[in-house]
Antibody, heavy 117, light 106 residues
Framework: QVQLVQSGAEVKKPGASVKVSCKTSGYAFTSFDINWVRQATGQGLEWMGWMNPNLGNTDYAQKFQGRVTFTMNTSLNTAYMYLSNLRSEDTAVYYC??????????WGQGTLVTVSS | SYELTQPPSVSVSPGQTASITCSGD??????VSWYQQKPGQSPVMVIY???QRPSGIPERFSGSNSGNTATLTISGTQAMDEADYYCQAWDSRTWVFGGGTKLTVL
């Protein structure tokens, strides 16, 4: 069965960086895009961008350009989200989600990133 | 930037039909997905391509999309359907989510 398992919670200071991993299984990793979505406490879903594991190309939401980087390790079937220059407003649960045709069909369990001095 | 607008909350009695709307400019020209999110859990896709239901999602969930409005309909609503619901569409190389609707079953 398809699974996306994310790394554990992180606590970071303002100005620091964080890297969240998303280990996939149960499907061909390079055949489907991986998206990253975040959700602040009590707020809605916010799309951050996507990565194509086959070609390695990425596209980032305008809000995050310059601060976010998506990478992957195809031998581990794992995607990574790197967010730099963290501020308190970045405190949120970060999700990876597998693309299907016109939708996101599987989601990771989420990773809480807390930014606090 | 493109915006999707949902009502913040919808209430329904058990066994009745709940309708949650999602509005956006010419939304009917785009495919819409709907996600259900219960407290402390990840979102689950319940409708894709406007009206398609993935395997494992009960038949009481249905969707439509025309003009500027997409609608998620839950027939015979059950207590377990109480959750936040988000619509989603693709526009100008960006995935956009609606603000979410809290469905209360009472």
């Amino acid at each position: 069965q398809v699974q996306l398992v994310q790394s554990g919670a992180e606590v970071k200071k303002p100005g620091a960086s964080v890297k969240v991993s998303c280990k996939t299984s149960g499907y061909a990793f390079t055949s489907f895009d991986i998206n990253w979505v975040r959700q602040a406490t009590g707020q809605g879903l916010e799309w951050m961008g996507w990565m194509n594991p086959n070609l390695g190309n990425t596209d980032y939401a305008q809000k995050f350009q310059g601060r976010v980087t998506f990478t992957m390790n195809t031998s581990l079937n794992t995607a990574y989200m790197y967010l730099s220059n963290l501020r308190s407003e970045d405190t949120a649960v970060y999700y990876c989600a597998k693309s299907a045709v016109d939708t996101f069909d599987y989601w990771g369990q989420g990773t809480l990133v807390t930014v606090s001095s | 930037s493109y915006e999707l607008t949902q009502p913040p909350s919808v209430s329904v009695s058990p066994g009745q039909t709940a309708s949650i709307t999602c509005s956006g400019d010419k939304l009917g020209d785009k495919y819409v997905s709907w996600y259900q999110q219960k407290p402390g859990q990840s979102p689950v896709m319940v409708i894709y391509q406007d009206a398609q239901r993935p395997s494992g999602i009960p038949e009481r969930f249905s969707g439509s999309n025309s003009g500027n409005t997409a609608t998620l309909t839950i027939s015979g609503t059950q207590a377990m359907d109480e959750a936040d619901y988000y619509c989603q569409a693709w526009d100008s190389r960006t995935w956009v989510f609606g603000g979410g609707t809290k469905l209360t079953v009472l």
